[in-house]
Protein backbone atom coordinates (compact mmCIF):
# COMPACT_ATOMS: atom_id res chain seq x y z
CA UNK A 1 0.00 0.00 0.00
CA UNK A 2 1.16 3.65 -0.49
CA UNK A 3 -0.05 6.30 0.96
CA UNK A 4 -0.02 9.80 -0.30
CA UNK A 5 1.14 12.43 1.54
CA UNK A 6 -0.57 16.09 0.92
CA UNK A 7 1.53 18.97 2.23
CA UNK A 8 0.44 22.55 2.26
CA UNK A 9 2.82 24.92 1.03
CA UNK A 10 2.25 28.88 1.99
CA UNK A 11 1.56 30.47 -1.00
CA UNK A 12 3.25 34.33 -0.74
CA UNK A 13 0.56 37.21 0.12
CA UNK A 14 -1.12 38.97 -2.51
CA UNK A 15 -0.29 42.82 -2.13
CA UNK A 16 -3.20 45.20 -2.49
CA UNK A 17 -1.56 46.50 -5.96
CA UNK A 18 -1.85 43.08 -7.20
CA UNK A 19 -4.70 42.97 -6.06
CA UNK A 20 -5.90 45.84 -8.35
CA UNK A 21 -3.81 44.53 -10.95
CA UNK A 22 -6.02 41.23 -11.40
CA UNK A 23 -9.28 43.49 -11.17
CA UNK A 24 -8.10 45.43 -14.16
CA UNK A 25 -7.24 43.07 -16.26
CA UNK A 26 -10.24 40.83 -15.55
CA UNK A 27 -12.55 44.07 -16.07
CA UNK A 28 -10.32 44.30 -19.69
CA UNK A 29 -11.81 40.18 -20.31
CA UNK A 30 -15.57 41.22 -19.96
CA UNK A 31 -15.34 44.38 -21.84
CA UNK A 32 -12.54 43.94 -23.92
CA UNK A 33 -12.15 42.90 -28.05
CA UNK A 34 -13.37 44.98 -31.21
CA UNK A 35 -17.29 45.43 -30.47
CA UNK A 36 -18.00 44.75 -26.72
CA UNK A 37 -17.48 48.20 -25.72
CA UNK A 38 -19.07 49.72 -28.75
CA UNK A 39 -21.90 47.48 -27.70
CA UNK A 40 -21.85 48.58 -24.46
CA UNK A 41 -21.79 52.46 -25.61
CA UNK A 42 -24.67 52.19 -27.41
CA UNK A 43 -26.44 51.27 -24.62
CA UNK A 44 -25.39 53.36 -22.53
CA UNK A 45 -26.81 56.22 -25.35
CA UNK A 46 -29.51 55.32 -26.22
CA UNK A 47 -30.99 52.46 -23.54
CA UNK A 48 -32.79 48.93 -23.98
CA UNK A 49 -31.61 48.23 -27.77
CA UNK A 50 -32.89 45.52 -30.35
CA UNK A 51 -30.59 43.42 -32.17
CA UNK A 52 -31.08 45.16 -35.60
CA UNK A 53 -30.53 48.39 -34.16
CA UNK A 54 -27.28 47.35 -32.19
CA UNK A 55 -26.32 45.68 -35.87
CA UNK A 56 -26.86 48.58 -37.38
CA UNK A 57 -25.22 50.85 -35.25
CA UNK A 58 -21.95 49.40 -35.30
CA UNK A 59 -20.91 49.22 -38.75
CA UNK A 60 -18.76 46.22 -39.58
CA UNK A 61 -19.77 43.18 -37.23
CA UNK A 62 -21.35 40.61 -38.80
CA UNK A 63 -24.85 38.79 -36.97
CA UNK A 64 -23.06 36.12 -35.96
CA UNK A 65 -20.22 38.01 -34.06
CA UNK A 66 -22.68 40.66 -32.42
CA UNK A 67 -24.91 37.30 -31.02
CA UNK A 68 -21.60 35.58 -29.81
CA UNK A 69 -20.28 39.26 -28.47
CA UNK A 70 -24.14 39.45 -27.11
CA UNK A 71 -23.90 36.14 -25.11
CA UNK A 72 -20.90 36.97 -23.68
CA UNK A 73 -21.43 39.93 -22.14
CA UNK A 74 -24.96 38.62 -21.33
CA UNK A 75 -22.92 35.77 -19.34
CA UNK A 76 -20.28 38.15 -17.58
CA UNK A 77 -23.81 39.87 -16.23
CA UNK A 78 -23.26 42.88 -18.13
CA UNK A 79 -26.41 43.31 -19.93
CA UNK A 80 -29.89 41.88 -19.72
CA UNK A 81 -31.59 40.44 -22.15
CA UNK A 82 -35.77 41.04 -22.09
CA UNK A 83 -38.12 39.32 -24.37
CA UNK A 84 -41.23 40.91 -25.08
CA UNK A 85 -43.53 38.27 -25.71
CA UNK A 86 -47.26 40.53 -26.33
CA UNK A 87 -47.96 39.38 -29.49
CA UNK A 88 -45.74 38.00 -32.21
CA UNK A 89 -43.07 38.80 -33.61
CA UNK A 90 -41.47 38.39 -30.59
CA UNK A 91 -38.89 41.67 -29.41
CA UNK A 92 -35.70 40.83 -28.01
CA UNK A 93 -34.32 43.81 -26.15
CA UNK A 94 -30.43 44.34 -24.84
CA UNK A 95 -29.83 46.92 -22.28
CA UNK A 96 -27.15 47.23 -19.01
CA UNK A 97 -27.59 45.28 -16.00
CA UNK A 98 -27.08 46.70 -12.57
CA UNK A 99 -23.31 45.65 -12.81
CA UNK A 100 -22.99 46.78 -16.23
CA UNK A 101 -24.34 50.31 -14.68
CA UNK A 102 -20.99 50.22 -13.05
CA UNK A 103 -18.89 50.54 -16.15
CA UNK A 104 -20.87 53.60 -17.55
CA UNK A 105 -18.25 56.05 -16.07
CA UNK A 106 -15.41 53.77 -17.49
CA UNK A 107 -16.47 53.93 -20.45
CA UNK A 108 -17.80 57.05 -20.91
CA UNK A 109 -14.45 58.36 -19.79
CA UNK A 110 -13.06 55.88 -23.09
CA UNK A 111 -15.09 57.98 -25.52
CA UNK A 112 -14.21 61.34 -23.84
CA UNK A 113 -10.27 60.16 -23.96
CA UNK A 114 -10.58 59.08 -27.83
CA UNK A 115 -12.17 62.20 -28.63
CA UNK A 116 -9.33 64.25 -26.97
CA UNK A 117 -6.51 61.60 -28.62
CA UNK A 118 -8.51 61.79 -32.29
CA UNK A 119 -8.20 66.24 -31.77
CA UNK A 120 -4.72 65.96 -30.41
CA UNK A 121 -3.26 63.34 -32.48
CA UNK A 122 -4.93 64.03 -36.26
CA UNK A 123 -7.41 61.79 -37.95
CA UNK A 124 -9.11 58.82 -36.20
CA UNK A 125 -8.21 55.34 -37.35
CA UNK A 126 -9.72 54.58 -40.70
CA UNK A 127 -10.55 51.24 -39.73
CA UNK A 128 -13.23 52.52 -37.40
CA UNK A 129 -15.80 54.57 -38.92
CA UNK A 130 -19.30 56.59 -37.31
CA UNK A 131 -22.33 54.57 -38.27
CA UNK A 132 -23.77 56.38 -41.29
Not at 32 to 50: A, E, H, N
Not at 99 to 126: F, M, N, Y
Request: hydrophobic share 40%; proline share 5%; net charge positive.
Amino acid sequence: RTHLRVTTMSRPRRSHADCRYIAAAQALKCLGGRWKILIVKKLIDDGPTGFNDLQRAIPGVSAKMLAQQLRELQSDRVIARRELVSAPPKTVLYQLSALGEHARPLVTALSDWGQRWIAECGEADRSVREPQ
